[in-house]
């Protein structure tokens, strides 16, 4: 077994004009923020949303901090995010200053839950982010309405699901902005990267104000406010510009392989396979099951089997109100907290071959069963 490769959870592909482009930039020396890719890049990726503007950053984290800044996010606010999501989510906020409010998730896309929301709403809230998890899009229509009735923002945290849709269209465009990552594991990368959209020029405008250190655009070197260097490198905008061309057929391709796990994991028992959402038009960033297990030790024990069998796999983001600077011992999350001790998340990309899926699902099928036993 051991002689076999390594399959790994996530790689990505450089297949097109990416070292051209890449190239183009060492040719012309146009190596940082200046240059033609960043814009060419910002008006490819607001086109492919369906937004009216993007502004690219240097990382995804530091979009979703770009993104609650110019929405005026500060000291003694609340911003009400799931507990279940990636640490960024949560840190963009202790960043501002204001304060994350976690909200459990609703058990079918493991999205943030509505109803959770509504309860959490205090005179503080300034904001809501809902979380596209591992690519299903959260209940938007619902979430939008309390946010209206609420009179707060909402902004999306889309790093996950590029080009999947809700009801009213692609994430990116169903709040007042919405932020995405360009990571070397999410569904198209720059190596380190990311993006905030929105139809609001104002907020636009805010956005590249905070972004290029708060630099009056009319008046070189003037800066009237406190802003941040989160500029993206040409090279980086190089290689997302083509990452982008290809993209439905990555997209297309990662439907495909989590249909063959569907096939293939569907009728086993103590596997539950990912459903999406009736209002989510999903995209597979990484296909997680479900394990009918007693506790997250059954789950790590499959996870440490498949290591074993050269296959890499991992668990479902631990809940932020169980990590030690969000740390709530007697806050009760039960639906968040369940799924994130029963789930793993299996390799997931483009490069990966049919027979790849057929080899993973055996083992896991394989070690399910064994854990089983031992209880
Ligand atoms: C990847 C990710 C981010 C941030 O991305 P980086 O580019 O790694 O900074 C934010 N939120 C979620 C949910 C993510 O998965």
Redesign the pocket.
């Known amino acids: 077994m051991n002689d076999r490769r390594m399959i790994q959870i996530a790689a990505p592909e450089l297949s097109g004009n990416e070292s051209k482009y890449v190239q183009e930039c060492l040719d012309t020396t146009w190596i940082s923020s200046a240059g033609r890719f960043v814009k060419d890049f910002e008006a490819a990726f607001a086109a492919f949303c369906g937004a009216d503007h993007a502004v690219v950053t240097n990382?995804?984290?530091?979009a979703?901090h770009l993104a609650l800044a110019a929405l005026g996010v500060g000291p003694g606010d609340e911003v009400i995010v799931p507990t279940l999501?990636?640490i960024?989510?949560a840190n963009a906020v202790t960043y501002c200053g204001a304060t994350p409010v976690f909200a459990d998730s609703e058990p079918i896309g493991m999205t943030l839950d509505p109803a959770d929301v509504q309860r959490k709403i205090t005179p503080r809230t300034k904001a809501v982010m809902p979380?596209h998890?591992y690519g299903n899009v959260a209940d938007m229509d619902s979430i939008n309405a309390i946010a209206a009735e609420a009179e707060i923002a909402v902004v999306e945290?889309a790093?996950?699901a590029h080009g999947a849709r809700g009801r009213a269209g692609a994430v990116g465009t169903l709040g007042d902005c919405a932020?995405f990552?360009?990571?070397g594991n999410?569904i198209i990368t720059t190596g380190?990267?990311?993006a905030v959209t929105t139809n609001d020029a104002a907020l636009a405008d805010r956005l590249r104000l905070l972004r290029g250190q708060g630099m009056d655009p009319q008046r070189r070197y003037w800066f009237p406010v406190v802003g941040y260097n989160y500029r993206m490198t040409n090279i980086a905008a190089a290689i997302g510009l083509a990452q982008l061309e290809d993209i439905d057929r990555k997209i297309a391709r990662r439907r495909e392989l989590a249909a063959a796990y569907d096939r293939l994991l569907a009728d086993q028992p103590g596997i539950r396979i990912p459903v999406a959402p009736p209002w989510s038009e999903s995209v597979n960033w990484l296909y997680t099951v479900h394990l009918d297990v007693d506790s997250d030790g059954q789950r790590d024990r499959v996870i440490a089997a498949m290591a074993a069998d050269r296959i890499e796999t991992r668990p479902v983001f631990y809940p932020m109100h169980q990590m030690p600077p969000y740390s709530e011992p007697e806050a009760n999350y039960p639906v968040a907290d369940r799924l994130a001790a029963t789930g793993i998340s299996l390799p997931t990309h483009t490069q990966l071959r049919d027979t790849d899926i057929e080899r993973i699902c055996e083992r896991v099928v394989f070690h399910m069963t064994s854990s089983r036993y031992e209880r």
Not at 59 to 62: A, R, S, V, W, Y
């Open positions: 990382n995804g984290t530091t979703l999501t990636y960024a989510s979380v998890l945290d790093a996950e932020s990552s360009f990571f999410k380190e990267g990311g």
